[in-house]
């Protein structure tokens, strides 16, 4: 009986983590876009017809500040985006800890393997502030972070589409979607255990997204419908079960992609 409490007792913990740290996300997200700078307001893009707004420093050259801040910014829609789709498994991890190990408060390794799982996103933002300022350097975005030239829009939406059919994409969307299958196999003991745990979780997780998070380019970095839309879309692809909504989503990554290119050559 005490065990079931305990076990109830850290499933609120658990969520209820996730959902301050998820709401805080969108929060800043949404303080960023109504903080926009003169210049910065909201727009149309050319490409979609999606209404943006963003709020990020806009500099040139880059500086150590503006980078710290574009990786920041990444970082926080990371979180926003990626963990809803996580606590399954973050419920799954706590409830298998508390099984094994019954005196144990299983709050500190849950929270190692929520840290591991997220400091990958942290080194992709990494990469995705590179990412943005090349783009903005070579004047291929809009002050809203969206792709001001048709061809790019479109090779950001085929390279998505493409990815989606892979063997890769489906190896690791089948890791994703059965989080117990991949606790049986990759389980390791320990805090430094929980931490690197999550750390292969977030990477499989990277190996099934990263494609898609080159779609916010497309709608708008900070276009918080099109992120909110990007981040449904990968929970739904990780709570179904099998390839069919990748594969239908790549088809239809693929038609828009030459849509888009048959628009703007012919507009």
Do not use: H
């Amino acid at each position: 009986m005490a065990v079931t409490v305990s076990t109830t007792r850290d499933r609120y913990i658990v969520m209820a983590g996730a959902v301050c740290l998820v709401a805080l996300a969108w929060l800043d997200l949404v303080r960023r876009a109504n903080g926009m700078t003169p210049g910065m307001g909201t727009g149309t893009d050319p490409i979609t017809g999606m209404g943006m707004a963003m709020a990020m420093p806009m500099s040139t050259p880059w500086n150590v500040s503006v980078w710290t801040a574009a990786v920041l910014m990444w970082s926080v829609m990371m979180v926003a985006m990626m963990l809803p789709s996580t606590t399954p498994m973050l419920l799954l991890f706590s409830g298998v800890q508390r099984a094994r190990r019954t005196a144990a408060d299983p709050a500190l390794p849950t929270g190692l393997f929520a840290a591991g799982y997220l400091g990958v996103w942290v080194a992709w933002s990494v990469l995705a502030a590179g990412l943005q300022w090349i783009l903005q350097s070579l004047l291929l975005l809009s002050p809203q972070l969206a792709a001001t030239r048709v061809v790019l829009a479109a090779s950001f939406l085929m390279l998505a589409g493409l990815y989606q059919l892979t063997p890769v994409k489906y190896a690791c969307l089948a890791r994703c979607q059965t989080p117990l299958g991949f606790l049986l196999t990759q389980w390791r003991e320990g805090p430094g255990g929980a931490l690197r745990m999550g750390a292969r979780y977030g990477a499989t997780c990277a190996g099934c997204c990263w494609a898609l998070m080159g779609l916010l380019f497309v709608g708008g970095v900070m276009n918080l419908l099109w992120v909110a839309a990007v981040a449904v879309f990968v929970l739904a692809e990780k709570v179904t079960r099998g390839p069919w909504l990748a594969r239908g989503a790549g088809g239809a990554f693929i038609g828009w992609a030459l849509y888009v290119l048959r628009a703007g050559l012919t507009g």
